[in-house]
């Protein structure tokens, strides 16, 4: 995964996806981003966001963040007992990836679930995916940890969820940021 400085990013960051099978293949990743991820051996990033580490593991057998294998790091998300389609962490009890592996387009009908959460993972694709399952005036929450503790700017968070919820909060709590939008009726 290639960023706008040419050097190998994150998810959020990445412009490009360098494929090397035999012979060199760019991907742009502009617009939507996992949409566009084929199926790999190994991915190469830098500074992945924990979501996308568990989200990005079902397109590649090894993920390598920096120059070591990821791994999952557990992660006390400040919100409890949500009852909620969970993407980029398995840590609340409705559908999540504890219970079901999914990828890119979702594997559920439209309007089926009643909330969301959205854990470290700024993909447009991703987002749209989520709006197509929630019921209309469900709440979708998106959670980032802070620039601090290794997150991402929470402003970024906001542009991408504004895109396809209205925003009716965020705070910080915890040293996580909280966005809370609602899928519009």
């Not at 981003?33 to 990033?45: A, E, M, R, T």
């Not at 963040?65 to 007992?81: A, F, G, S, V």
Request: with cysteine; aromatic share 10%.
């Amino acid at each position: 995964m290639i960023g706008s400085n040419g050097y190998i990013t994150n998810l959020n960051n990445a412009i490009k996806l360098e494929v090397i099978d035999g012979s060199k293949e760019i991907i742009s990743l502009a617009y939507g981003k996992i949409s566009d991820i084929p199926k790999l051996d190994v991915l190469i990033g830098r500074d992945f966001l924990q979501g996308e580490v568990l989200f990005l593991k079902n397109y590649a057998n090894f993920l390598i963040d920096k120059n070591r294998l990821t791994n999952i790091i557990p992660i006390q998300l400040p919100l409890h007992n949500q009852d909620a389609i969970c993407v980029g962490t398995s840590n609340c009890s409705g559908i999540s990836f504890k219970d079901v592996i999914f990828t890119y387009p979702f594997p559920f009908r439209d309007s089926s679930f009643n909330s969301a959460i959205i854990f470290e993972v700024l993909d447009l694709d991703i987002i749209r995916e989520v709006y197509r399952v929630v019921k209309s005036g469900s709440k979708v929450y998106m959670i980032l940890r802070d620039k601090l503790f290794g997150g991402v700017d929470p402003l970024e968070g906001l542009r991408k969820l504004s895109s396809k919820f209205k925003v009716a909060m965020v705070k910080e709590k915890e040293g996580f940021w909280i966005i809370e939008g609602v899928k519009k009726r």
